[in-house]
């Protein structure tokens, strides 16, 4: 499966949770409600920029903070197809992988990645190419089953056969 878009680079280690959807707006678990914060406290012009099936990357430990899967649907109600980042924080992985949203870990990719930059990402041979510049960066490829998930939007989907 391949996937196109823009990137939206964040050349910061450590974005929190908070800072992808601020706990004050957590009164909703609509993905169209939480998109109207996504990112407000560290980048305000966010989502006059992002296009649906555009790329957030950023650098370390993207996600940490706060167990809390509204910052995924933050950000796929804001039309995110995906986050590239350097490293996430575990829980935050792991909520993007069961809730069917692409997170994927490449060490360095954010040194390379610059915002508007135009991306086409294998999920299965592990290969970004970074169109603007040319360049392959590589991840690990996602295995099938995580695979899965992503074509019917999550687990629980996966679990009780129901498609996005």
């Not at 992808?20 to 939480?34: C, F, G, H, N, Q």
């Not at 957030?56 to 430990?61: N, R």
């Not at 990645?113 to 603007?132: A, R």
Request: hydrophobic share 40%; proline share 2%; glycine share 10%.
């Amino acid at each position: 499966m391949k996937i196109k878009g823009k990137a939206h680079t964040y050349d910061r280690s450590h974005i929190n949770t908070d800072e992808i959807i601020p706990a004050r707006y957590l009164v909703s678990d609509e993905e169209s409600e939480l998109a109207l914060h996504a990112m407000e406290d560290i980048d305000t012009s966010f989502l006059e920029r992002m296009e649906k099936g555009d790329f957030i990357v950023a650098s370390s430990d993207f996600g940490c903070g706060s167990s809390r899967e509204h910052a995924i649907w933050a950000l796929r109600g804001a039309g995110v197809q995906a986050v590239i980042a350097d490293s996430f924080a575990r829980i935050f992985f792991r909520n993007a992988i069961n809730n069917g949203f692409i997170a994927i870990e490449s060490p360095g990719a954010s040194k390379v990645i610059e915002t508007g930059d135009e991306l086409e990402i294998d999920l299965e041979g592990g290969m970004i190419l970074d169109k603007t510049k040319g360049e392959n960066i590589e991840f690990t490829p996602f295995p099938e089953f995580v695979m899965e998930m992503f074509s019917v939007g999550g687990l629980m989907n996966k679990l009780f056969g129901k498609r996005k």
